[in-house]
């Protein structure tokens, strides 16, 4: 399948020849096959030319604003599919359709925007967690070096300095006579 995404910056030695109308038509027809595959055939039919499922202008427009037709646009309607059995799509305008294919969008940025987890290292953490305690743990414990629930901490967004924040109030005695002693 081409790509159907916005034309970009020309690349060095291409034409800044506008595209020919066969190259347009193309385009448009692979879009709508595409979106025809989607919904397996379920559209509504006997639309007048240009309107309802052949006016591709909120796809188009979905894609020009950085939706995917492959990640966002088509898993919303290949989602569907079932229900257009039922009752066939009649425009690209439909409300779930539009607000289905936002969503994916607005998920995928999300996503793409999140920090990695930072690296860490494994005999330093071990030595900044067993500091935050103020030297209360049971140094016989096995499960005091299981850092297994601190990288999960770590990958669900709490910061470092979170955790040992909370270790130090739970089991620092230097904070509070009352800590309990840490054993996992």
């Not at 309607?77 to 059995?85: G, T």
């Not at 940025?109 to 103020?134: R, Y």
């Not at 709490?158 to 054993?183: H, Q, W």
Request: overall charge negative.
């Amino acid at each position: 399948m081409t790509d159907t995404t916005a034309p970009g910056p020309p690349d060095a030695g291409e034409s800044d020849a506008p595209r020919s109308a066969r190259e347009l038509v193309l385009d448009h027809l692979e879009l709508f096959t595409a979106l025809l595959k989607a919904t397996a055939g379920h559209i509504a039919r006997n639309q007048p030319r240009g309107t309802g499922i052949t006016d591709l202008t909120m796809v188009k427009s979905m894609i020009a604003n950085g939706a995917d037709l492959d990640l966002d646009i088509l898993p919303v309607l290949c989602r569907h599919a079932d229900e257009l059995a039922q009752r066939p799509l009649e425009s690209w305008t439909t409300s779930w359709f539009v607000t289905g294919v936002a969503k994916s969008h607005r998920q995928r940025i999300t996503a793409a925007q999140k920090p990695a987890v930072p690296a860490i290292d494994d005999a330093e953490s071990l030595t900044k967690l067993l500091d935050a305690t103020g030297e209360n743990y049971l140094s016989g414990a096995r499960g005091i070096f299981d850092l297994a629930p601190i990288h999960a901490m770590l990958a669900a967004g709490v910061t470092v300095d979170d955790i040992l924040s909370t270790l130090r109030s739970k089991v620092d005695r230097r904070v509070t006579k009352y800590a309990a002693t840490l054993n996992s």
